[in-house]
């Protein structure tokens, strides 16, 4: 089992739409939590951290479920511009540093 | 432009060449991250560093992998003895040690390798 799980999709939506992502993880230690974005041959770009206690920026909603050892991204009234692969980010300090990403999430936003 | 930065961007070379990368963090931060990334997966982390001291190394990081960051400010990334199994993007990337363990990182644009 990989130590980060996201469904690879793609999604295809259409503009306007609401589109959520959810993210596994396996380690219960696992100690800080992050969506990335990242478009078509470039460098991952930082969306948002994930709280325990969720936060939201703009159309960007990001919940963390300590418990079932999952975090989610929210996205409201999708532009073209969504159009990205999301990354799901997962820090831990136990048995040595590691920061694991998940494989991404592929996102298609269409007019 | 004042964020993280690779060089080369882009590199060809010959199987059993060495390679060495280049990365400058953004200018305050103390942690700086090598990663791998092949094409349809996430980054994987290959070794990190607080100031000079590399503090952590991933088992991805094979003997013919090195990494330095002898002031504590740019690092390089050499590669031994290349194998087209290396052929991917290695990406960068820096973070501050204020604000908690290992918060947000910034990448760089990364270098494409290509082995041949």
């Known amino acids: 089992r990989k130590e980060v799980e996201q469904d690879p999709g793609p999604f295809n939506v259409p503009e306007g739409a609401t589109v959520a992502f959810n993210c596994t993880y396996s380690?219960?230690?696992?100690?800080?939590f992050f969506w990335y974005r990242q478009d078509c041959r470039k460098e991952p770009k930082l969306l948002m951290s994930?709280?325990?206690s969720g936060n939201e920026d703009g159309r960007f909603t990001a919940q963390l479920n300590r418990a079932s050892q999952y975090i989610s991204l929210l996205i409201r009234d999708s532009k073209l511009s969504d159009s990205a692969t999301y990354l799901c980010?997962?820090?831990?300090?136990?048995?040595?540093?590691?920061?694991?990403f998940g494989a991404g999430t592929r996102l298609f936003v269409k007019a | 432009d004042t964020g993280v930065s690779q060089d080369p961007r882009h590199k060809i070379t010959k199987r059993g060449q060495n390679v060495t990368f280049r990365c400058d963090p953004i200018?305050?931060?103390?942690?700086l991250y090598w990663y791998r990334q092949t094409l349809g997966q996430g980054p994987e982390f290959l070794t990190y560093?607080?100031?000079?001291?590399?503090?952590?190394k991933s088992r991805l990081l094979s003997d013919r992998f090195s990494a330095e960051r002898p002031k504590g400010s740019f690092s390089t990334l050499e590669i031994q003895r290349t194998e087209q199994g290396d052929s991917a993007m290695y990406l960068c990337?820096?973070?501050?040690?204020?604000?908690?363990?290992?918060?947000?990182?910034?990448f760089g644009p990364g270098t494409r390798l290509t082995v041949l």
């Open positions: 990337a820096s973070s501050s040690l204020a604000g908690g363990p290992h918060n947000e990182q910034f």
């Open positions: 380690n219960s230690a696992s100690q800080s």
């Open positions: 994930v709280y325990s």
């Open positions: 980010v997962v820090t831990t300090n136990t048995g040595g540093f590691k920061t694991i």
């Open positions: 200018s305050e931060h103390n942690r």
């Open positions: 560093f607080q100031n000079e001291a590399q503090l952590e």
